[in-house]
């Protein structure tokens, strides 16, 4: 029988593993899908088919800075001894660089390019088979500037940030800060009036049910809102490195003004499955004897 993108498709479905993979065993197995299952879960290439949909929460960010482009990628894997792992550490560092330099921007974009004579995605499955955990390339983020600072944080937070002015060890002092502060906004004024009037509403309610009129608590929530859109904005907040200046304080020392900025974190908006330690080895004990 032969074989066809259809039957490439539907072995791919069903078992997980990478479209290369398939195709060479539907051609070992003459067409054959069920033959051709059989013998990738012989070789171990099936695998990945249980491992696909099983919560991958830990992982790596990589940064790339060159040539006026700051790339970030969130690598995913289900626990922090894979995220440590060399073979998963190489995967992500040999994607990345290619990344970088072929302005691979999305993670469809990455995991379709040609890494080493294969898909990157080919390559995301034949690992998946061989640590034996799920792993994902899940997100990538770009920035373009002139001066990029790049900042990651024990691998699990990557920040790049972009300035007008500055050298680059203002940027990493900038981009350092964001790891440790997470601001929402990058100015004060770029903080969105819905999200101001919220803020209004829940401090003018918190202080009339203290007990304070109305007026007294109007103007008492006016002077909160200032500090709130700095709190949550990248220039109005103290400065991690010295507080007793404003982020927007220190690039001014230094001729320099915050641009824009993007900050990644392992497992961000990922819902981790949580399980005792007893259920987890119960569960690795009754893996390893199927």
């Known amino acids: 029988m032969a074989v066809t993108a ?165 940027a990493k002092d900038v981009a350092m800060h964001i790891a440790a502060n997470n601001p929402g906004f990058l100015t004060p004024e770029d903080v969105p009036a819905d999200v101001v009037q919220r803020e209004h509403e829940i401090q003018l309610d918190i202080a009339v049910n203290s007990g304070k009129p109305k007026e007294i608590a109007e103007k008492m929530v006016a002077g909160r809102m200032s500090k709130f859109t700095g709190e949550v904005s990248l220039t109005g907040q103290p400065f991690v490195k010295d507080p007793s200046v404003s982020v927007g304080d220190f690039l001014k020392q230094h001729d320099a003004k915050a641009v824009s900025f993007t900050r990644l974190e392992v497992g961000e908006g990922i819902e981790k499955k949580e399980e005792d330690f007893a259920a987890e080895v119960a569960a690795q004990i009754a893996a390893a004897k199927k």
Do not use: W
Not at 49 to 60: F, L, S, T, V
Not at 138 to 149: F, K, L, Q, T, Y
């Open 6 to 170: 259809a039957l490439v498709k539907e072995l791919r479905e069903r078992t997980g593993a990478g479209m290369m993979d398939c195709k060479k065993a539907l051609e070992e197995t003459g067409g054959d899908v069920e033959t051709a299952i059989d013998a990738m879960r012989k070789s171990g290439l099936a695998k990945a088919a249980k491992k696909a949909g099983r919560i991958a929460a830990e992982g790596a960010i990589i940064t790339r800075v060159g040539n006026g482009v700051g790339l970030a990628i969130e690598f995913n894997c289900e626990t922090d001894f894979v995220a440590r792992d060399e073979n998963f550490l190489s995967f992500a560092n040999s994607v990345a660089d290619l990344a970088h330099a072929n302005n691979l921007f999305t993670a469809e974009a990455i995991l379709a390019a040609d890494l080493n004579g294969t898909s990157v995605e080919d390559t995301r499955a034949a690992l998946v088979a061989k640590i034996g955990e799920n792993i994902n390339v899940r997100r990538a983020a770009v920035v373009e500037g002139a001066m990029i600072g790049q900042y990651v944080h024990s691998g699990r937070i990557g920040v790049l940030t972009v300035l007008d002015g500055g050298n680059e060890e203002v």
